[in-house]
């Protein structure tokens, strides 16, 4: 159905209803509106592009070109439009997400607690270890490792002794003091069945039968071991 076409209105009678008075033309869009409400009940949509271009006081209204389309009804070019602007909010959307998220702060994971490794204390035995005296001055004068092949081989026998009383269950620890100190020694933490079985122990190390080290054995109870080393992460 063809919708009549709005006339042309003439303002010259009255000026201040003229297209360029007041920025407008009230009359003519009073008569566009009452157009639309005339098509709605048709099954027609507003209009698409209403050509109303006002002139100057020496031109009349040009004729709006009317085109009716039927409700719920797009174009091509309109389903393109539509199409790109969701992809571009939804992309917006994902962007904006993303940035705030990764401005979230991360839960910190709490510390590792460790406890005691041994159950019970432990009555056990210490060894202090110094290097012979002659041994040490060399070293120290000269910056460098004495090249003494009895001493050497003493020492390399004392580390395969406690190794195997690692292996036994004996040994608990052992390490040495750092810097340069006269009354630097070595220590091994060692369990034994008496005094008497912890001399003998140290008396059985090949360094100090070489009289490599000197030896002193005293009790040492161990009050805790950390479980920090050996727990399985």
């Avoid at 009255?14 to 639309?36: F, K, V, W």
Wanted: hydrophobic fraction near 40%; glycine fraction near 6%.
């Amino acid at each position: 159905m063809n919708a009549k076409v709005i006339e042309p209105q003439d303002f010259s009678a009255n000026p201040t209803r003229r297209p360029d008075a007041r920025c407008g033309c009230t009359q003519l869009l009073r008569s566009y509106e009452i157009s639309l409400q005339l098509f709605k009940p048709l099954g027609l949509s507003t209009i698409d592009e209403p050509a109303m271009v006002a002139y100057s006081n020496r031109n009349l209204v040009r004729e709006p070109q009317v085109r009716l389309r039927r409700n719920n009804t797009w174009t091509a070019e309109e389903s393109v439009r539509f199409a790109i602007c969701a992809a571009c909010i939804g992309i917006l959307g994902l962007t904006i997400g993303q940035f705030a998220w990764s401005q979230k702060p991360l839960r910190a994971e709490p510390p590792p607690a460790y406890a005691k490794g041994n159950k019970q204390k432990i009555e056990a035995y210490v060894v202090l270890l110094r290097l012979r005296h002659d041994l040490f001055l060399r070293w120290k004068e000269s910056g460098k490792w004495p090249d003494d092949k009895e001493a050497n081989a003493a020492l390399a026998a004392h580390g395969e002794y406690w190794a195997k009383q690692l292996g036994a269950g004996r040994a608990v620890l052992a390490g040495g003091m750092k810097g340069d100190y006269w009354d630097n020694v070595a220590l091994i933490v060692f369990e034994a069945e008496s005094e008497d079985q912890a001399q003998k122990i140290v008396k059985a190390d090949p360094a100090v039968k070489a009289y490599v080290f000197q030896s002193q054995v005293r009790p040492f109870d161990v009050s805790f071991i950390t479980d920090k080393y050996g727990r399985k992460e």
